[in-house]
T-cell receptor
């Protein structure tokens, strides 16, 4: 399984754009990159998933460079409710379960 | 209203007792997963099942057991052999082999004293 590395924590003020970068140097050809969000005492929630270039949905954008060795989750204009832990995972739609690391703890400050 | 339910939300047990955590889904998903989360840590996989009557061990299966007799149900038993059972337990499901998009339940917080 490809190992991921992401910052342990980040702080941001409300209204700012937040970019969380994840490194996955050993990503395989058929691996997808997926991000989850987890609030305290809740299960993680799927945010976004991509394979290459850029993916955008109503919550976030995911930027993946051509070499796919890293990816960046972009949260536009964060609010206090975006304070959570964000996990970057790499895997594929096969029979190998995903591995959750410790994630990035984002704190949004008023 | 489709989703995953886990019960109970909080569970207290005495050391040496087995306890079973419930997980039910009505999403018609084939795959189901159990994770354990300790404070400030990520999720660790205990067991997973991709089809009824079949399941595989995850990274930390020792002291746990599961069954998958029905597609919608995947109960987890924490046995007395689990040395440090106090944790937050999360159940998830995924459609077929699309393991990268998992749907999680609300979790059960187990405290063993």
């Amino acid at each position: 399984l490809a190992k991921t590395t992401q910052p342990i924590s980040m702080d941001s003020y409300e209204g700012q754009e937040v970019n969380i970068t994840c490194s996955h140097n050993n990503i395989a050809t058929n691996d997808y990159i997926t991000w989850y969000q987890q609030f305290p005492s809740q299960g993680p929630r799927f945010i976004i998933q991509g394979y290459k270039t850029k993916v955008t949905n109503e919550v976030a954008s995911l930027f993946i460079p051509a070499d796919r060795k890293s990816s960046t989750l972009s949260l536009p204009r964060v609010s206090l409710s975006d304070t959570a832990v964000y996990y970057c995972l790499v895997g594929y739609s096969g029979n190998t379960p995903l591995v959750f690391g410790k994630g990035t703890r984002l704190s949004v400050i008023a | 209203d489709g989703g995953i339910t886990q019960s109970p939300k909080y569970l207290f047990r005495k050391e040496g007792q087995n306890v079973t955590l419930s997980c039910e889904q009505n999403l018609n998903h084939d795959a189901m997963y159990w994770y354990r989360q300790d404070p400030g840590q990520g999720l660790r996989l205990i067991y997973y099942s991709q089809i009824v009557n079949d399941f595989q061990k995850g990274d930390i299966a020792e002291g746990y057991s599961v069954s998958r007799e029905k597609k919608e149900s995947f109960p987890l038993t924490v046995t007395s052999a689990q040395k440090n059972p106090t944790a937050f337990y999360l159940c998830a499901s995924a459609a077929g082999t699309v393991s990268y998009e998992q749907y999680f339940g609300p979790g059960t917080r187990l405290t063993v004293t």
